[in-house]
């Protein structure tokens, strides 16, 4: 949409696991109940943000063995997730039992439905008060003392109960937490729509276990330069293919997360033919054999000024905005109708029309408001395929042009557009507009080439749509960075340093909604201001550890980032802000060889400097493997300025 124009450590998991595993003998040899802790002053922080949280009473602690009682409907992902989470917080036994059969011992964790007597009554009598209408994937949850309770309306809430107690669990307790929780969007995700070469198998799996652990429950599958998805769309997936597609669907299943299907048949298709229904419907009936439930149509990025067979133009007369309309409306409503419809347990098809960037009424949109179904899922990607903003307002127009609520396809940080050429885009995800659940069914991101590099602007896409009302996006950055990092540290710091030098967010047509290293650059301004006000040595103290941190923060990364991948994904942008930082500690050091008078060491270290800068220069991308290719880009307009300037500060 935008060209023209293994495994990591859970959320909670990394920080976890590592201190559960410094505390080694000592938790083995742990007491059966340790004395509980005192409930902290705040709950710890738990992403997405729920809508309501709070401290309840003393901390549980976790004894050598725990017992969790499950309703029978509980499914296999919740209860091993269950029993991974009460291990890592130092339980030598966990015992998952089904409700009515014998309890043996220790903490009892009571898992199931919220309309169970028991989860309900325990949660009640913990002062955990539950809403009548708390609606699909909702849950709550009961910590204190010794009781546990988790409970959701559906399985996918249950599933979400026990994400959110392992990102309260630490090694020893649990912390004395009560939430009442539910998404305020209900389609919350990731779409692989990107041209140039798609994620690898190891990369979706990687990426789908990423989105469970946020409580994202889509991803659409709909790769452009997948040949099978576009150009040979009529085609069958080769068997390796299908296998490595089935495991995928696997893989979200059991992570509810919901594979999306997307078939993108407009560059040829003939709207009028039987054939081609045929085979549409035979590329679809594939995908339903091996699991999938959700189907997307896209029908964007096409000419809808011309016919691809002559049997159209003899239906639907001389190409024009309606007659396409019209063939586009009719394909998407037999579809709803006669596979969707007829294919247990599949959900309302999704598309993206033709027009999906503005909010201006046309015969195009007149004709789709007008006749299609309306349970199909119109996708919009905000005025503008890459939207400087999106707001209710904007939202709201889309809803009634379209005549529903319409599903954002967001083209950030995608990065396979000219403007884009050399960057990573990880600034937070920002410039969405507080209320946005009340007009939209949901948004999905579409994401870079690199797809651990794109968990950044993801994750904060992950609090956005569960709780857009409490969306804070630094928050949502700065636990990115933890998230990446295995917790707080030096490689958090280090990551939002480098986040930092990668923060510029352009449009289609270069125009920056998100400024380039907005903290490099406050800080070279408070430089500028201390030196030109005369207070040299006080303007070099405050840049020289800035200057160390950007120095050090690649092999920070490199060392200690607990998702390999990103390192691997930032390869190159790495390698330049080594150069980088090292020729700002050089300027810097030369600034103040001028201060103290010796003006040769100044100009040996200026000329160092600007060495390393020309090799950071001459590093690309690697052609033919990412896009965008060329020379990589890092804090340019602000540090490059700054080192090609300061030479000549006196």
């Known amino acids: ?19 559960a595993t410094a505390a080694g003998a000592a938790s083995a040899a742990a007491p059966e109940s340790p004395p509980p802790q005192a409930a902290p002053d705040r709950v710890p922080q738990v992403t997405p943000q729920p809508q309501q949280i709070r401290p309840l009473g003393t901390d549980v602690a976790v ?28 339980a030598q036994q966990v015992d998952v039992v089904e409700a009515g059969g014998p309890a043996p011992g220790g903490l009892t964790v009571r898992v199931g439905a919220l309309t169970t007597e028991d989860v309900a009554r325990g949660l009640r009598d913990a002062g955990v008060e539950v809403p009548p209408d708390l609606p699909a994937e909702g ?52 779409i692989e729509g990107f041209y140039g070469s798609p994620w690898t198998h190891r990369e979706r799996l990687d990426q789908l276990a990423f989105y469970s652990d946020l409580k994202l429950n889509t991803y659409v599958y709909a790769p452009k330069d997948d040949p099978y998805h576009r150009e040979k769309w009529r085609e069958p997936y080769p068997r390796d293919k299908l296998a490595e597609l089935d495991e995928l669907v696997d893989q979200g299943s059991r992570g509810h997360v919901r594979f999306t299907f997307a078939l993108s048949p ?18 679809l009936q594939a995908m339903y054999d091996l699991g999938v439930r959700a189907f997307s149509l896209p029908l964007d990025d096409i000419d809808y000024t011309k016919w691809n067979c002559a049997g159209d133009e003899q239906k639907y007369g001389a190409p024009s905005q309606q007659s396409a309309g019209q063939a586009q409306v009719d394909l998407l409503n037999r579809l709803q109708k006669e596979f969707v419809d007829t294919h247990e347990g599949a959900k309302p098809l999704q598309t993206v029309p033709t027009e999906y960037s503005d909010t201006e009424d046309s015969p195009y949109k007149r004709t789709i408001r007008e006749q299609l179904d309306e ?5 919009w990607t905000g005025v503008g395929v890459i939207p400087v903003e999106i707001t209710v307002e904007q939202a709201r127009q889309a809803a009634r042009v379209w005549g529903r609520k319409v599903f954002v396809w967001d ?20 410039e969405r507009e507080p209320g946005l659940h009340g007009q939209l069914s949901g948004i999905v991101l579409n994401p ?23 969306y804070d996006h630094l928050r949502a950055w700065r636990e990115s960075a933890r998230h990446l990092a295995g917790g707080d540290g030096p490689t958090a710091e280090a990551l939002l340093t480098f986040f930092d030098l990668e923060h510029l967010a352009p449009t289609g047509d270069g125009v920056a909604w998100q400024p380039q290293a907005p903290e490099l650059a406050r800080r070279l301004d408070e430089f500028r201001a201390a030196w030109e006000a005369g207070d040299k040595a006080g303007a070099l103290a405050a840049l020289r550890p800035y200057a160390s941190l950007i120095a050090n923060a690649p092999e920070r990364i490199r060392s200690g980032v607990a998702d390999e991948a990103f390192a691997s994904d930032a390869a190159p942008w790495l390698d330049a802000t080594d150069l980088l930082g090292d020729a700002l500690v050089l300027t810097a050091d030369g600034l103040k060889a001028r201060v103290d008078g010796n003006e040769q060491d100044a100009r040996a270290k200026f000329a160092e400097a600007a060495q390393l800068q020309r090799r950071a220069g001459e590093i690309h991308t690697v052609p033919g493997e990412t896009r965008p290719q060329g020379p990589v880009r890092v804090g340019d307009g602000v540090l490059d300025v700054f080192l090609r300037e300061a030479p000549e500060l006196r």
């Open 1 to 19: 949409m935008t060209r023209a124009h293994t495994r990591v450590l859970s959320l909670a998991g990394a920080v976890l696991l590592a201190a």
């Open 63 to 90: 004894p050598g063995r725990v017992t969790v009682v499950v309703d029978r409907e509980v499914d296999q992902p919740t209860r091993d997730l269950l029993a991974g989470t009460l291990r890592a917080a130092g």
């Open 139 to 190: 849950y709550a949850l009961a910590a204190a003392g010794r009781t546990v309770v988790l409970g959701g309306v559906d399985g996918d809430g249950v599933f979400y109960a026990a994400k959110t107690l392992s990102q309260l669990a630490r090694p020893g307790s649990i912390a004395g937490t009560a939430v009442v929780d539910r998404p305020l969007m209900p389609l919350r995700g990731a």
């Open 266 to 283: 407009g560059l040829s298709i003939c709207y009028s033919s039987e054939d081609d229904w045929k085979a549409l419907t035979a590329k």
């Open 375 to 379: 349970r199909v899922e119109m996708m």
């Open 411 to 430: 083209n950030y940080p995608v990065n396979d557009f000219d403007a884009t050429e050399g960057r990573l885009l990880l600034a937070p995800y920002a």
């Open 448 to 470: 870079m080439n690199q797809a651990s590099a794109s968990k950044v602007a993801e994750f904060g896409a992950a609090d956005f749509t569960w709780n857009d009302t409490a």
